[in-house]
Nanobody, 119 residues
Framework: QVQFVESGGGLAQPGGSLRLSCAAS????????VDWYRQAPGKQRELVAT???????NYADSVKGRFTISRDNAKNTAYLQMNSLKPGNTAVYYC?????????????WGQGTQVSVSS
């Protein structure tokens, strides 16, 4: 059975940085892709960053140049590095992992981690 732990949220000042992590553990699994979403109070969940083929990534226009998605395959961990944070980035952030295990393709949503940006 594959288990995931999402972490790294917290309080940051405007202009500050945070790094979110989404770590997988278990046996006999292979991660296909990890995407990051967020949901601000009163708003719908939106896609922030998504991995594409060839190791590239696409980002929401509002975070381009400030957020970076990456993955450490040796650690089975994905990251969302968030720099130059703005109050508008305050939201609950979720990782979405597409992976396969012995039973076939799976789709996992992280439990969410709160990111608050305020002075």
């Amino acid at each position: 059975q594959v288990q995931f732990v999402e972490s790294g949220g917290g309080l940051a000042q405007p202009g500050g940085s945070l790094r979110l992590s989404c770590a997988a553990s278990g046996s006999e699994f292979s991660i296909k892709s990890v995407d990051w979403y967020r949901q601000a109070p009163g708003k719908q969940r939106e896609l922030v960053a998504t991995e594409t083929s060839g190791g590239r990534a696409n980002y929401a226009d509002s975070v381009k140049g400030r957020f970076t998605i990456s993955r450490d395959n040796a650690k089975n961990t994905a990251y969302l590095q968030m720099n130059s944070l703005k109050p508008g980035n305050t939201a609950v952030y979720y990782c979405n992992v597409k992976y396969t295990d012995i039973l076939g393709p799976r789709n996992y949503w992280g439990q969410g981690t709160q990111v608050s940006v305020s002075s």
